[in-house]
């Protein structure tokens, strides 16, 4: 049961054009999104995050979209650089009694080519 | 401010031996996450702490694996009579609060022989 979906393993993009990376989600009860970015051989380490009650956040060269009525929310990396390749995670946060649980989706790997 | 951190980075052990994996957490967070990594998979919860109290092991195999998070020292994942399927990246996270997001460590990756 993946509430959170990543429908794109890979991905692969030309240095200085726009990277759009896909998340899906099925749980309306998730008001908090973040995604997050993993280089090899290293932890996860935020990028960017998006309350639920907002449609867009921007900062610098990463701007997160979300589609509420979609169930869809989506990372623009513009411009791509090579040191974007990295896999990203979506992830969705939702109330669990009195703690919140963060559901992930399964990472999508980019790569930036110069 | 150090991040969260992970030891060993590395650690190999043959079947049936027994895994500790430590994690201390950022100074001021009392909340600690454990995820799983397989190889060519995503991040698997497995276990949420407070101090003292495991609030959410539903994600914890429910034998040989077990965690805690004392008063005092480094959050511990240790998993008993270790076998090859256990062979994996462990993520640890801490965070200040039951909130939105948190750090991750470095990570332990752990091989099975």
């Known amino acids: 049961d993946q509430q959170v979906k990543q429908n794109s393993p890979s991905l692969s993009v030309q240095e200085g054009r726009i990277s759009i990376l896909n998340c899906d989600y099925t749980n309306s009860m998730f008001d908090y999104f973040l995604w997050y970015k993993k280089y090899p051989a290293e932890g996860p380490t935020f990028l960017i995050s998006?309350?639920?009650i907002k449609d867009k956040n921007e900062d610098g060269r990463f701007t997160v979209f979300l589609n509420k009525s979609a169930k869809h929310l989506s990372l623009h990396i513009v411009p791509s650089q090579p040191g974007d390749s990295a896999v990203y995670f979506c992830?969705?946060?939702?109330?669990?009694?009195?703690?919140?649980?963060?559901?992930w989706g399964l990472g999508t790997s980019l790569a930036v080519n110069p | 401010n150090a991040g969260v951190m992970q030891n060993p980075r590395h650690l190999v052990r043959r079947r049936g031996q027994e895994a500790r994996l430590r994690c201390s957490p950022m100074?001021?967070?009392?909340?600690v996450y454990w995820y799983r990594q397989l190889p060519e998979e995503g991040l698997k919860f497995m276990v949420y702490?407070?101090?003292?109290?495991?609030?959410?092991e539903s994600g914890m195999p429910k034998e040989r694996f077990s965690a805690e998070f004392p008063k005092e020292g480094p959050s511990i994942l240790r998993i008993q009579q270790v076998v090859r399927g256990d062979s994996a990246a462990y993520f640890c996270?801490?965070?200040?609060?039951?909130?939105?997001?948190?750090?991750f460590g470095s990570g332990t990756r752990l091989t099975v022989v």
């Open positions: 998006i309350s639920s």
């Open positions: 100074k001021g967070h009392s909340h």
């Open positions: 992830a969705a946060s939702v109330k669990a009694g009195n703690n919140r649980k963060l559901i």
């Open positions: 702490l407070q101090k003292e109290n495991i609030i959410d």
């Open positions: 996270a801490s965070s200040p609060g039951s909130h939105y997001g948190y750090t």
